[in-house]
């Protein structure tokens, strides 16, 4: 009887989470053990932007993950709460939910739940820094009267639900919520709106989306301009043998411990290979690179146009010399700026809950 009632909750909740996809997009991949329920949701937002969650109250995931910049923090690299610099750029969170693989050059992290343990628990650099504290920090849980009746909502009829994995799947669930779509690409493109594009931007489409003259989609792929999974499916470079998931654009000197997934792999034809990341909202997350080493839009596609700046052995044969004039340049880059969500940096479904409380 009891496992009859608890079960008609469990179901009740999971019920109560709507995507609100815009007609024809695909759901993410949700965990078997990590079911969407608006209470989780709602408890992860509140985690994502709580700064107990770092060793001295300074950070939360939403310092580096900044919702107006589009989930990013506008620094080449980002710095840990204790100062330390990491030796990558923040990554945007929009869409991750449809990420196959996360963070730059990581083949082996695949889902939200494992990652957050990342800057949870990272000590070379510290972000957070919560090792060896993660008892005090849930302890801090415990005592808060909103957590205590969010926590009791999510996981109902547990004796103690303030668990470490608890906190990462309510954040994961968080996360995979921060969906946008609704750029003037979009309504240009699906949502029958033809002059939601300027005529520039239109030309940079073809640029962008042309084998000849600018050969990014090869790379930047579908909807999301970048390799997808989703319920039912997986959409990457068309091409494996050519591009791969991986990819060596001639961006840096490679130097450890930005590698790309050679940090992994140990392989020598790995060195300087990264994940092609998405390109939405791309205009609000500059510097730009896993190194934050272009500052610009213009720089990017500079560095494009050039055919990369740092030859290499492992170099992509995509990426080579384009003949792009300064009007074909420009024009790319309105294309690329019309990537931009504008009501997702302001959607209160992913704005800090804390914002003007004490905590
Ligand atoms: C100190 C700044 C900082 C903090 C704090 C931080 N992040 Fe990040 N985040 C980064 C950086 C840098 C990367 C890229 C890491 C890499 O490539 O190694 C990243 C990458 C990610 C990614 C991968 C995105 C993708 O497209 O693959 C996710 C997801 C993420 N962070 C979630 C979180 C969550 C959840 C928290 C809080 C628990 C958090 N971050 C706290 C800086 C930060
Ligand atoms: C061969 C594959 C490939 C092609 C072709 C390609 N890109 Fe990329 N792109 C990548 C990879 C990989 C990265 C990440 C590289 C890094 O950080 O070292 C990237 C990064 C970027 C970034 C920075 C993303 C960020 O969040 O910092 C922009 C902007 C970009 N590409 C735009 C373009 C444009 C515009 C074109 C066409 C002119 C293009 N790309 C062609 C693979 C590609």
């Given at each position: 009887m009891k496992e009859a009632i608890l079960f008609v909750a469990v179901t009740a909740l999971a019920a109560d989470f709507e995507w609100n996809l815009p007609k024809g997009f695909p759901k993410p991949v949700v965990p078997a053990d990590n079911p969407m329920s608006a209470a989780k949701v709602e408890l992860g937002r509140y985690l994502f932007y709580d700064k107990r969650i770092s060793v001295n109250g300074k950070q939360s995931c939403?310092?580096?993950?900044?919702?107006e910049l589009a989930f990013t923090d506008g620094l080449a690299r980002a710095a840990g709460t204790t100062g330390e610099l990491h030796p990558r750029s923040?990554?945007?969170l929009v869409n991750v939910a449809y990420a196959p693989t996360l963070t730059?050059?990581?083949?082996?992290?695949?889902?939200l739940e494992e990652q957050a343990l990342g800057p949870l628990l990272n000590t070379a650099p510290v972000e957070l820094g919560l090792k060896g504290r993660e008892e005090v920090f849930l302890g801090e849980l415990r005592r808060d009267p909103v957590y205590q009746q969010l926590f009791k909502k999510v996981y109902p009829g547990t004796a103690n639900p303030f668990t470490l994995g608890n906190v990462t799947?309510?954040?994961?669930?968080?996360?995979?919520?921060?969906?946008?779509?609704?750029?003037?690409?979009?309504?240009?493109r699906w949502g029958g709106e033809p002059d939601a594009l300027s005529p520039a931007a239109k030309r940079g489409?073809?640029?962008?989306?042309s084998s000849e003259r600018g050969g990014c989609f090869q790379c930047h792929e579908g909807w999301n301009f970048s390799e997808i999974r989703y319920e039912g499916g997986h959409d990457g470079p068309d091409d494996r043998a050519m591009t791969g998931a991986f990819l060596n654009t001639g961006v840096s000197h490679y130097a450890a411990p930005n590698r790309g997934i050679y940090e992994f792999t140990g392989q020598p034809q790995d060195i300087g290979k990264f994940r092609a990341p998405t390109l939405?909202?791309?205009?609000?997350?500059a510097p730009y690179m896993h190194d934050g080493s272009m500052?610009?839009?213009?720089?990017?596609?500079?560095?494009?146009?050039?055919?990369?700046?740092y030859p290499h052995a492992n170099q992509s044969k995509v990426i080579r010399p384009l003949q792009l004039s300064q009007q074909d340049r420009r024009d790319l880059i309105e294309f690329l700026k019309s990537?931009?969500?504008?009501?997702?940096?302001?959607?209160?479904?992913w704005s800090d809950p804390w914002a003007g409380k004490p905590h």
């Open positions: 939403g310092s580096c993950h900044r919702q923040s990554m945007s730059w050059a990581n083949p082996t992290l695949t889902s799947k309510t954040l994961a669930a968080f996360e995979r919520t921060i969906i946008s779509m609704r750029s003037p690409y979009d309504r240009y489409e073809l640029i962008f989306f939405r909202n791309i205009e609000l997350t500052a610009t839009l213009e720089d990017v596609i500079a560095h494009y146009a050039a055919g990369g700046k990537l931009t969500d504008r009501d997702m940096l302001r959607d209160p479904r």
